[in-house]
């Protein structure tokens, strides 16, 4: 392949912690080097442009939606190979309506649908309709958004399932190991409306393990203090491999759709952990495969869950086969490398 010039358009890049942000420092490790790549974003946490990260500031925040009216400037600069937009984003889709930007191809990777804010989309939902016509391609992460209802007006022919990848840094075996009572059940993520935790919580008190919450997020107070003595919560960590190796069941009990994928699922599966989810008609059903890398339960059913954990605490065996049944499937479906290769297809 040719030397491409490649910029990433994201309202969220890295410090800020998601499954978006993960899956474009995977694009961007796998493309830099190969290719002239940029990612053009939003300063957040006080951070600063730097090498190939530009970072614009933001001017308000409007019904979660990131107001950065520079961006308008930025993209009527551009002239580049590949544009590669990141969605949902509705302040973008106005910019690039009213800009002119120059580029080759233009790529939208559409992560998931406006959920929450269902009245705002409807407001910008011509702008938004009016790239995705605009795009080469669009590439979502599963089978099931395809069937999603603001992807309607395209035409299918573009429309391309390419499942996210990720590495695993390798366990640092000189690090002393997590020292919590065994067995442990992890969660990582944002502790936000749609993760599900106080189902968590619920579903186990009263059990004979630890239950590690790692993240941060608005709900954090409220969740402390619904928990037991026997749940233990720890803020964002830079390395969060010693609680994917430490963990015996990796929980991830979201439900809304707004879990439009569930990154963390590919990083417990990566290190050979069962999970369980929940069946929220999205990627999470995609990743975790029921009865074979781990349980899938109703959302919102602390009954369900709770006995879907019993069962994998007490079959230690029913926990090994599942672990190496997720080990497999990551390395045959979700590595950083086979994602960059499949969206390197459609550049």
Known sequence: MKYLKIIHISKYYLPHRGGIETTIKSLYNMQKGKHDVKIITTKTNGTKSENDIIRLPVFA?????????????????LDVDILHLHFPDPFLAFAFCLSRPKYKKLIISYHSDIVKQKGLYFIVRPFINHVLRKASAILVSNPNMLKSSQLKCINTEKLHVVPYGIDIPVLDK??????FK??????????????????LLKAVKGLDATTLIVGNGPLKNK???LADKKVKFRDDVDDLTPYYQACDIFVLPSVEPSEAFG???????AHGKPIISTSLGTGTDFVNKDMETGLVVEPRNVKQLRTAIKQLLTHPEL???????????YEEMFTATRFNNNVLEFY
């Not at 990154?263 to 599966?269: D, G, I, S, T, Y």
């Open 61 to 77: 925040k409007f019904f979660s939606t990131l107001i950065y009216p520079s961006i308008i400037k930025e993209l009527n600069k």
């Open 174 to 179: 000189t690090k002393p190991l997590l020292d």
């Open 182 to 199: 065994k067995p442990i059940i992890l969660f990582v993520g944002r502790l936000v409306y749609y993760k599900g935790l106080d189902i």
């Open 223 to 225: 969740l402390m203090h």
């Open 263 to 269: 990154m963390v699922q590919l990083e417990a599966m």
């Open 319 to 329: 926990r090994t086969r599942f672990g190496r049944n997720a080990r497999k499937r």
